[in-house]
């Protein structure tokens, strides 16, 4: 996603209005918003499939299309031209009425998933983020698009999934919004992290584009200085009045920092592995030109544990994998990773 695009689009079209409306003594507030033909009775079916925890999550909504043809007529999205904070706008974006029936169907879906399999609301939490993680990644043009797009359309970029799960936590109680990192042209979804001996409200970021852990970074988001994954809540635009938190931020510490340890030991040993197979290569030239016992004896010795990293290497590389496919398994992940610690 080109959230920069995004970003001077909006400032562009904000522009050409300012420019257009000297002398104007009406001043426009108004705020992005669907005009729904009521007339207009089309609908469509919705697949929904994931993968959840160790099962796939499968089924379908039906939707009335009037509301997502609204949200693509021209003008839908249109920036007002005094007035409007970006809390206003991406808050018209998430809430807009005629998205009501998308996210009753929708959360109803999830709901009764949820209480079939006696989900916590961390878990839920985790529900909703793997389903719009699961939408492919696709850039779908300059403006925001509404959620019931992004939904029906099966598609859409950093922002346009970001605006779409900070609606649906929004509109399940939870403390929500989204962050914006215009300096690294991205966006985030946000939820509020509950964690033991916090002052300060803090949220945690949902990476949207990819399968992720809540609250792991994403790449292009990484400082230099300390990993950005908590930011404070006058950095996250909310878009709803939820106050529930999610509150199992420490299991996926535990999980990311467990992933860094096995990368560096991977990566540790793996310089031990070429210094070894340097000296195995000179030992066998050696023994190739005249045997000599203490050559051979040193070649058996590097060659076990040369074989050893290996072996180490491997089972690290198995753990590794089921981390960084585990985000949408987190308390089986974090189970497997303090069993072995």
Known sequence: MEILNKILFFLLILCMITSSAVGMTVIQNTVP?????????????????FPFKDGIVS????????????A????????????????QYYAAIVNDPAQDEMYAELLGFFEGYSKEHNLTSDEYVELLTTYVQNIPYKTVGAAVNFPIET?????????DKSV????LLAKSGYAAGVAVFSEANHMTAAIKAEEAGQVISSYILIETTRYAYIGENAAVIRSRT????????DSVILVGGGTAAYTVSWQVDTILEQRDRIVE???????EMRTLKTEIMGQEVQLAQAYDPAVYEKYEKNLTSY????ETCYAYFDELDVINTGSYSREETYEMVASMM
Do not use: W
Request: net charge negative.
């Open 226 to 233: 300390k990993n950005r994954t908590r930011v404070r809540e």
């Open 151 to 159: 939904v029906i359309e099966n598609k859409g970029d950093c922002d």
């Open 33 to 49: 918003a669907i005009a729904a033909d009521p007339s207009d009775t089309s609908t469509t079916v919705v697949e929904i499939e």
């Open 164 to 167: 779409l799960l900070s609606g």
């Open 265 to 271: 030991t991977i990566d540790s040993l793996s310089q």
């Open 59 to 70: 089924g379908e909504v039906t939707l009335h299309l009037s509301p997502y043809n609204g």
């Open 307 to 310: 074989n050893e990293y290996m």
């Open 72 to 87: 693509k007529r021209e003008g839908a999205k249109s920036i007002p031209l005094f007035g409007c904070s970006p809390k």
